[in-house]
Every structure is written in structure tokens, then in C-alpha cells.
């Protein structure tokens, strides 16, 4: 099977890779290596180039290039893959708020005599 022929969402391993002189070598150079586990996240409005996952960082390839990439589909546990999910989602800073990163007494950051103020650049 051809890198180019996985769906979004799919998981595959590398097996071979294709590609001749600096083409081959790029690849080799972007991580493209037998081994390495590509997740395919989105094609272009066009279908092309698409957007993979590959050592924790995204790599756009053209459909032509992708042929030359010859992978096999990896199974992923149903648990295994929601695990995954849970710990791919960041929650926004702002949500420590309240207390919930925050000790009890620590709550009020602002001694209760002191003033806050702020200027607004530009709207004086």
C-alpha cells in the first residue's frame, strides 16, 4: 500500500522508501525512515498536498511524493487509541482559575490594601 492511498485518520507504519538521489534523501532527512509511525491528519480542499503526523511534528507531501512511500496499516487497541486522545487534549491556562491550580489560600494573589491599576496604551 501507498502512503498516498491511506484515509484521514489512519494510522501506518513505513516500510519502504522510495524516491531517487536528493528526493530519496530529503525524505530520509524530513523523518521519513522505515520504522517511523505516520498518522494522516487532512488532505487540501483539493486533495492535494496532505498533511501527516510523523515524529510528533506535521509534514505536508505532494500525492506524487506520497506514491513513492510504500507503508502498511497499523491496528490500534480501541483503548489504547482513547488514552491517546485524552492526553493529546490541552486545556487553556485560564481554566486554573478558581482554585483549581491554585492553593485555597493563595486565591486573591492582590494584598486586599493594595490598589490595581493599568494604563491602556492609546486610549487616554
Known sequence: MKLNEIKVGQSVKIEEVGGEG????HFLDMGVIPGAEVTLIKLAPMGDPLELRIHGYELTLRLAEAEQIEVSLIEKEPEKEAEAAKKAVTEHPGLG?????HKEGERNALPEDEILTFALVGNH
Open 22 to 25: 536528493a528526493l530519496r534523501q
Open 97 to 101: 482559575e478558581g482554585g483549581r491550580f
